[in-house]
């Protein structure tokens, strides 16, 4: 059965330092998704990364960067320089493939990530 | 713009009275899903949509109900709501079936 686990639950860092939320998942699919949604303090679900499962390629997006090692089904999330606006809770996910179109995302528990001043 | 609208966003009601959270995209998405977030959890499947008329569940589909009469819009209908079902609710839509999800704002819903 499709998991994802972040064994993390919460996180606090000052600012300015670097954050890593682990991200470790299972599956018995070759072809899948692999997501990273944040929900800061209002309580809406932001999108902030997708990856399939045949990218390897670590990606940077300004003070964010992912990790995804397939040989050790993990996908990790780092925030460079952490701020306090950074102060969220995490989500990693996991797309559920099935035939016909079907998507459902398999969420981990999430991680709450407290950035102080 | 483009987005997920949900309402209302807050309610409180109580055990057995029949409520209905709306949910509407004007992305012209295929797929639309309910989720549920619990402390602990993460968020969870309750109903998904692939199409007009094509409706199907998720993983905690006990005690609720859904329908797609139209690609916009997907309500999620609690007949008779129990305080177990007190949580925070989000719905989603992707263009297809294996797209990105994009999710609404949420609703908060207390069950008394």
């Known amino acids: 059965a499709q998991k994802v686990t972040q064994a993390q639950t919460e996180i606090s860092v000052v600012e300015k330092e670097d954050v890593t939320l682990d991200c470790v998942y299972e599956?018995?699919?070759?072809?899948?998704?692999l997501f990273w949604y944040k929900q800061p303090p209002s309580g809406e679900l932001v999108f902030l990364i997708r990856r399939n499962s045949f990218d390897e390629q670590n990606e940077i997006s300004g003070r964010y960067s992912w990790n995804f090692q397939k040989s050790t089904s993990s996908f990790n999330f780092t925030i460079t320089a952490s701020q306090v606006v950074d102060s969220a809770v995490y989500f990693c996910a996991l797309s559920e493939p099935f035939g016909g179109g079907y998507n459902k995302l398999i969420f981990g528990a999430g991680t709450r990530l407290a950035v102080h001043p | 713009e483009a987005q997920v609208t949900q309402n209302p966003r807050y309610l409180i009601t109580v055990t057995g009275k029949k409520l209905t959270v709306t949910c509407s995209q004007n992305m012209n998405h295929e797929y639309m899903s309910w989720y549920r977030q619990d402390p602990g959890l993460g968020l969870r499947q309750i109903y998904y949509?692939?199409?007009?008329?094509?409706?199907d569940k998720g993983d905690v589909p006990e005690g609720y109900k859904v329908s797609r009469k139209e690609k916009r819009n997907f309500p999620l209908i609690l007949e008779s709501p129990s305080p177990n079902q007190t949580s925070l609710y989000f719905c989603?839509?992707?263009?297809?079936?294996?797209?990105?999800?994009?999710f609404g704002p949420g609703t908060r819903l207390t069950v008394l």
């Open positions: 989603a839509s992707s263009l297809w079936g294996r797209d990105t999800q994009y």
């Open positions: 599956t018995r699919d070759t072809t899948y998704y």
């Open positions: 949509s692939m199409n007009v008329e094509v409706t």
